[in-house]
């Protein structure tokens, strides 16, 4: 019989395949092989302050001028022009002479000529109706008569004319056309009424040989029906070719 030490007492089988998969192992890091002569050649910065222990002071020509405040500033420009010999003279400023004299006007008179030409403003009628002094105006109060007389009191309004004119040019138009109409029905000449007479007498023989031609027994109904219709046809000719020959006067109506 064997025997069989246990040295792990906490080992549980059910947890034995729960455990993850070992990762793979990782690529090495690229690195390029320039890198150590880059750093070799690599200019070394300066090192850098906080800044000055105590603000430098300006110059007292650089004190504060216009434009250089807490605004947009003045572009500055280093441009210098630098000036040739052909260019012409700045012209002189004129002399100061005498200003033309101002003609002297009396303002008094001005004003009385136009109070004494002008039309003074027109009294508008009002009306009191209280001993206390209650003014309205009499223009659109009730007490005189305004629309009856109005200049287009009694008459017919403008719209409405123009819309009777309208109606009656439509109206003339309908008229116009129907005296104007070209008549449909049309007189034939005498050549076209023999034409049309040969022409009925020629179906009429033709109609006439078919139906000498069909059989003599008509024992069905197709044969029946045939000879019916040629009947028919042969009989409303013969109408036509007398209609015809009756009448020298043919219209047709289109």
Known sequence: ???????????VIYTILDKPPPEPPKTPRYQSKLEKQLKETKIPQMRRLFGYAET???PPEDFLKKGEGIGQPIKKSDHKC???????????????????????????????????KGKGKPVEPRLVDTRDGHVKRIKGSGEVPEYCLRPDFGRMPAYLVRRNRKIHREIEKIRYAEENKESLCK????????????????????????????????????????????????????????????????????
């Open 1 to 11: 019989m064997s025997v069989v030490e246990i040295t792990h007492h906490d080992e």
């Open 56 to 58: 430098p002071l300006k």
């Open 82 to 116: 630098l000036v040739s010999g052909n260019l012409p003279p700045v012209p002189k400023r004129p002399p100061p002479g005498k200003k033309p004299e101002k003609p002297k006007v009396n303002f008094k008179v001005v004003n009385i000529k136009k109070a004494i």
């Open 187 to 254: 007189l034939i000449n005498e050549e076209e009424r023999q034409k049309l007479l040969e022409d009925l007498k020629h179906n009429w023989k033709v109609m006439q040989k078919a139906f000498l031609q069909l059989p003599m027994l008509t024992d069905t109904i197709p044969k029946i029906l045939k000879k019916t219709k040629m009947e028919q046809e042969l009989r409303q000719l013969e109408k036509d070719i007398a209609l015809v020959e009756a009448n020298p006067y043919i219209y047709i109506y289109e």
